[in-house]
């Protein structure tokens, strides 16, 4: 399958930013499940910028915008070939051992009713388990938008019983943790049902299994990721893992709009 994406983020700010840094996990890589046909991000100064690839082998381009700005669009364009791997990512290279993805953050730490989730993976095989695990999570954290926001906890999500899919990665990656399990938060795009919209980014975790490797749960659609999705950024929760990050000298407030569309490629086209 050939995924079209088109990424807009578009800022306004109230008083001129002086100074802005940014920085862009906007280019995913050619792995296991996707190739990357082409891919561009359009921002001001990008040019200028630092390229590198952090520990969790995310690009990463460094941009500082030096000249005053009311507004600013950050374009991402590209088009992914995809395959269904039934979740299975394996081994992509990265320099951030095991050890790091056993790490519990602010946003993934444990509390006892997440403990007692990740007992359901604890004496299952390789995989049986997570897919337990994850339908588990699903029962007890309804999907609703509004109710959660960036700084909600994996504790306070599932304590509420209500949460988008950043809380349910946030939770199964806290469960997964609790019993010792490598796992990491990811965040991409997915190709949507008929007349359903895109969302701004959609979110799951990855488990490292002995056997396969590197797994995909999506908890918000109760699956492993297929060939609709396209893997973009890891890291160890939403915030480490987000696809743009910055700071700004400035005062005044700022407003900020998302558009996403990811289609699949007419056979036509691809002639």
Not at 10 to 32: G, N
Not at 62 to 86: C, I, Y
Not at 127 to 142: Q, W
Not at 192 to 197: G, Y
């Amino acid at each position: 399958m050939r995924l079209v994406v088109k990424h807009l983020t578009h800022y306004v700010y109230e008083q001129p930013i002086a100074h802005m840094i940014q920085q862009l996990r906007l280019t995913p890589h050619t792995q296991e499940g996707q190739k990357i046909l082409s891919w561009s991000v359009t921002v001001p100064d990008l040019e200028r910028g630092a390229h590198y690839t952090d520990g969790f082998g995310n690009r990463v381009d460094l941009v500082s915008h030096r000249d005053p700005v009311t507004k600013l669009d950050v374009l991402v364009e590209g088009v992914v070939e995809t395959k269904d791997t039934s979740g299975i990512v394996g081994t992509f290279p990265y320099t951030a051992p095991d050890t790091v993805f056993r790490r519990f953050t602010h946003l993934t730490q444990m509390s006892p009713a997440i403990r007692r989730l990740g007992a359901i993976a604890e004496n299952a095989d390789d995989i049986s388990g997570f897919h337990e695990l994850m339908h588990a999570i699903r029962d007890k954290v309804g999907y609703q938008t509004g109710v959660t926001e960036v700084h909600t906890t994996a504790a306070d999500a599932l304590s509420s019983g209500l949460g988008v899919c950043q809380d349910h990665a946030h939770i199964f990656i806290s469960a997964a943790r609790s019993i010792g399990v490598p796992a990491r938060y990811v965040s991409g795009y997915m190709l949507m049902e008929d007349e359903q919209d895109s969302e701004a980014h959609h979110a799951w975790a990855e488990v490292k299994l002995p056997s396969l490797g590197w797994v995909g749960f999506d908890v918000s659609n109760g699956m492993c990721p297929t060939e609709r999705y396209i893997r973009l950024t890891c890291g160890l929760d939403s915030r480490s893992a987000a696809p743009i990050r910055g700071v700004r000298r400035g005062s005044g407030g700022e407003t900020m709009s998302v558009e996403v569309a990811v289609l699949q490629e007419s056979a036509q086209s691809q002639q």
